[in-house]
């Protein structure tokens, strides 16, 4: 899986978005703990690494959209903490809640514009 550095050799981005998973070694992790209750690995280098990253995503104007699981560090929401700490010292911002946009075309079996 490639990581931050492919950004150093062309630019991966082709839609107006990006879209990145923050993926572990799961028989690593799982040989470390069994539980899912705290960090296991401290992956705070690596993810400044990202921050940077997405910093200059960010000064494009695309929307970013940033996941990570727990085989990643042994507990997400620990991973997303950290993330966004390290985000907000570098200024950027990390919403939480995000506006979708309005749905446009009609759902499947919607009945609303038929004659039945």
């Known amino acids: ?3 931050p550095e492919i950004f150093e050799k062309f630019d991966p981005l082709t839609a107006d978005f990006a879209y990145i998973r923050l993926l572990g070694d799961r028989k690593g992790i799982e040989q470390l703990t069994t539980t899912r209750n705290k960090t296991i690995i401290d992956r705070t280098a690596e993810l400044q690494t990202w921050v940077t990253v997405c910093q200059k995503i960010q000064k494009r104007g695309i929307t970013q959209y940033i996941y990570a699981n727990n085989h990643y560090a042994g507990f997400s929401p620990a991973t997303v903490n950290l993330f966004r700490s390290l985000c907000k010292e570098k ?3 990390t919403p939480l809640k995000i506006q979708l946009p ?3 075309e009609g759902m499947l079996f919607d009945m609303s514009g038929s004659s039945n």
């Open 1 to 3: 899986m490639p990581g």
């Open 102 to 104: 309005m749905i446009i």
């Open 91 to 93: 200024g950027i911002e």
